[in-house]
T-cell receptor, first 114, second 116 residues
Framework: AQSVSQHNHHVILSEAASLELGCNYS??????LFWYVQYPGQHLQLLLK??????LVKGIKGFEAEFIKSKFSFNLRKPSVQWSDTAEYFC????????????FGTGTLLAVQP | DGGITQSPKYLFRKEGQNVTLSCEQN?????MYWYRQDPGQGLRLIYY???????QKGDIAEGYSVSREKKESFPLTVTSAQKNPTAFYLC???????????????FGDGTRLSIL
């Protein structure tokens, strides 16, 4: 079955620390990959996306993600987090085909301490 | 200003009552989706519609129903058959199938439903 795994459910960091959130997906051929962020009290927003080409993609607010095909991974990174990055982060995969459904991971709650 | 509007933001209902959640979009998107978000479980797909007058069950459709009579509207009814309806419900939309798989979904602000 198609699935997406996010291994870290809760992450607590101090400001200026580096961030890496893991995301793995089950094999399904060609995939399109997304990271969404949900700030407290706000709607889900797209952080970045990968379709093809350079496996290192840059998104908004200094976030980037690397697609490693051999590991079925799409980890999210940020070199130096800020208090305003406190949010819940969701990895999502579109396996394509007729349905165009997005499969979401369970989310990672990031708390950045000032 | 284009976007997705979900109403109401908070909804309280008595057990055994059906309740309908509204989702309207003015993005001219063909496809619309309903998700349920529970703590620690991420987003799970309830129903989706890729075109007017057509919709398909998602992964957790039991106890829910939808309609898609207009392109901009995709209301979700939580019926009394839904065993655990208290949750946060998110509506999303995207450009249609003709645009391929690469268009991201855009989300509304959500409706928090509580069954008393």
């Amino acid at each position: 079955a198609q699935s997406v795994s996010q291994h870290n459910h809760h992450v607590i960091l101090s400001e200026a620390a580096s961030l890496e959130l893991g995301c793995n997906y089950s094999y399904g051929g060609t995939v399109n990959l997304f990271w969404y962020v949900q700030y407290p009290g706000q709607h889900l927003q797209l952080l970045l996306k990968y379709f093809s080409g350079d496996p290192l993609v840059k998104g908004i607010k200094g976030f980037e993600a690397e697609f490693i095909k051999s590991k079925f991974s799409f980890n999210l990174r940020k070199p130096s987090v800020q208090w305003s990055d406190t949010a819940e982060y969701f990895c999502a995969v579109n396996y394509g085909g007729a349905t165009n459904k997005l499969i979401f991971g369970t989310g990672t709650l990031l708390a950045v301490q000032p | 200003d284009g976007g997705i509007t979900q109403s109401p933001k908070y909804l309280f209902r008595k057990e055994g009552q059906n309740v309908t959640l509204s989702c309207e979009q003015n993005l001219n998107h063909d496809a619309m989706y309903w998700y349920r978000q529970d703590p620690g479980q991420g987003l799970r797909l309830i129903y989706y519609s890729q075109i007017v007058n057509d919709f398909q069950k998602g992964d957790i459709a039991e106890g829910y129903s939808v309609s898609r009579e207009k392109k901009e509207s995709f209301p979700l009814t939580v019926t009394s058959a839904q065993k655990n309806p208290t949750a946060f419900y998110l509506c999303a939309s995207r450009l249609g199938r003709a645009s391929g798989d690469r268009q991201p979904q855009h989300f509304g602000d959500g409706t928090r439903l509580s069954i008393l």
